[in-house]
């Protein structure tokens, strides 16, 4: 167990739908980031928050939002939904911005749409 | 994030110690190197990273070249269980005040380590 908690674990929806992924934070960390892994795109960053703040946006569609709330954890939201965006989707934290001592991720959601 | 270069796929023997290599020519004076793993669509994990000096660990040591060009990981006494895809980033780290901080992952090395 990494101490970063993401769920639901796995998540089957229909293109169109939206979509909800939780992220809880290693304990004491302050940086959350989001990560997209698809088969043919590798590990893509898509966006970070520290301390409740949007800090960097990486290839992060328009459809997909996140935000980062007060006890620290984070949800990534994703509409509209296509085929496409079937992917393992990874929570990453870490103590300070830019994880100088690394970064912890969590097991990932794993999200086929339909 | 500097470009980083890894060889696709490497084989090592149980047991041996798997040396990964990593080019990371562009690299500049405040980015660190970091070395992540992936075991089989698990969450990536930390391995260790370094600035210059050569760092060693409970899980590698990492050979950082004087010209901070290159650098080596090294799995001393690998099992199956580092069987992984292995990525090498070069990064600014810290609190860099600003700016994109997520990594930037590679396609990495795939170590796969034979009985």
């Known amino acids: 167990d990494s101490g970063v908690t993401q769920t639901p674990k796995h998540l089957i929806t229909a293109t169109g739908q939206r979509v909800t992924l939780r992220c809880s934070p290693r304990?004491?960390?302050?940086?959350v980031y989001w990560y997209q892994q698809s088969l043919d795109q590798g590990l893509q960053f898509l966006i970070q928050?520290?301390?409740?703040?949007?800090?960097a946006k990486g290839n992060i569609l328009e459809r997909f939002s996140a935000q980062q709330f007060p006890d620290l954890h984070s949800e990534l939201n994703l509409s509209s939904l296509e085929l496409g965006d079937s992917a393992l989707y990874f929570c990453?934290?870490?103590?300070?911005?830019?994880?100088?001592?690394?970064?912890?991720f969590g097991s990932g959601t794993r999200l086929t749409v339909v | 994030d500097a470009k980083t270069t890894q060889p696709p796929s490497m084989d090592c023997a149980e047991g041996r110690a798997a040396n990964l290599p990593c080019n990371h020519s562009?690299?500049?004076?405040?980015?660190?190197v970091y070395w992540y793993r992936q075991i089989h669509s698990q969450g990536p994990q930390y391995i260790i990273h370094?600035?210059?000096n050569n760092e060693t660990n409970e899980m590698a040591s990492l050979i950082i070249t004087e010209d901070r060009k290159s650098s080596t990981l090294i799995l001393p006494h690998a099992t199956l269980r580092d069987t992984a895809v292995y990525y090498c980033?070069?990064?600014?780290?810290?609190?860099?005040?600003?700016?994109?901080?997520?990594?930037?992952f590679g396609k990495g090395t795939h170590l796969i380590i034979q009985p």
């Open positions: 980033i070069a990064t600014r780290g810290g609190d860099s005040g600003g700016g994109a901080d997520g990594l930037t």
């Open positions: 304990s004491g960390d302050l940086s």
């Open positions: 928050y520290y301390n409740g703040e949007e800090r």
């Open positions: 562009t690299i500049s004076g405040n980015e660190y």
């Open positions: 370094g600035l210059k």
């Open positions: 990453a934290s870490s103590v300070a911005s830019g994880g100088k001592s690394g970064y912890t």
